[in-house]
């Protein structure tokens, strides 16, 4: 099984990088640049993004080499289920109607945001994480009701991928790589208006009201903001996010009042 680690270092030997000329560029010394290699330290937000530009690729495809295991995610016409295979794959069946929902709901918020420079593939990611869990926990229904997989980086929505590909092949996103700074991102175009007759009043106004207060946050701010949050805390590393912990939030996340449900 690939390791982030081994990912690194294969792909700095193919551009012909030392650990050393590796080390210098990312500002650290060598011992600390091969304990990364070795997979005996993380990386941090700010080291993954420089290593990424560094290599040449998107800090998206970075991170998605640390889930050390497949996911299969498939369309099907029944409720959605989750099941754990074997040890290494994550197989996700997700009725058509959930992905219609997600994927209008996705290009509602690709036309209010997805013009901020701020705003990629990562940003996106966190902000569906807490429209959804958002939700769950003041109204006690799904909104979307992806699944979401625990990492060092935040929650990750493991159908959007399978999501954005369909999106494409219909010509309802376009894809756009660019640069925010000077890192690699991934941003996503609507080529059509969302069809919002599949939202309720409520979920409009809770999606305009979570827009309203993260769409100009950084990935970094949003991914430090979903490590506060209990469901996030208490998931397994490379697990599903489980949705019921949304009732054992602490004050830094809850949006519930239990002695008044308005936000």
Not at 175 to 195: C, D, G, H, V, W
Request: glycine share 2%; hydrophobic share 35%.
């Amino acid at each position: 099984m690939t390791t982030i680690g081994s990912y690194i270092r294969e792909l700095r030997s193919t551009k012909g990088l030392s650990q050393a000329d590796m080390a210098k560029k990312m500002q650290m010394s060598r011992p600390t640049f091969i304990q990364i290699e070795n997979d005996n330290r993380e990386l941090a937000i700010s080291e993954a993004e420089k290593l990424a530009s560094i290599l040449g690729i998107s800090f998206e495809e970075l991170r998605l080499k640390r889930t050390p295991r497949n996911i299969e995610v498939t369309v099907n016409n029944k409720t959605s289920s989750l099941k754990q295979t074997t040890s290494t794959t994550l197989r996700i069946d997700v009725p058509q109607k959930h992905l219609d929902k997600f994927k209008e709901i996705l290009l509602y918020i690709c036309e209010k945001i997805s013009g901020q420079p701020n705003v990629g593939q990562t940003v996106l990611y966190k902000i569906l994480y807490f429209i959804d869990f958002d939700f769950y926990e003041r109204y006690e229904e799904q909104l979307i009701g992806a699944t979401y997989i625990k990492n060092h980086y935040g929650p990750t929505p493991v159908e959007f991928i399978k999501l954005i590909d369909n999106m494409k092949q219909e010509h309802d996103i376009e894809e756009i790589k660019s640069k925010y700074f000077k890192y690699p991102q991934t941003k996503y175009l609507p080529l059509r208006k969302a069809n919002l007759s599949l939202l309720t009043a409520i979920e409009k106004d809770h999606i305009d009201w979570e827009l309203a207060r993260l769409a100009d946050k950084s990935a970094k701010e949003l991914s430090d903001f979903s490590h506060k949050d209990v469901p996030w805390i208490t998931a397994e590393n490379n697990q599903a996010i489980d949705y019921e912990a949304v009732f054992y939030r602490t004050d830094a996340t809850s949006v519930r009042r239990y002695d008044d449900d308005d936000l």
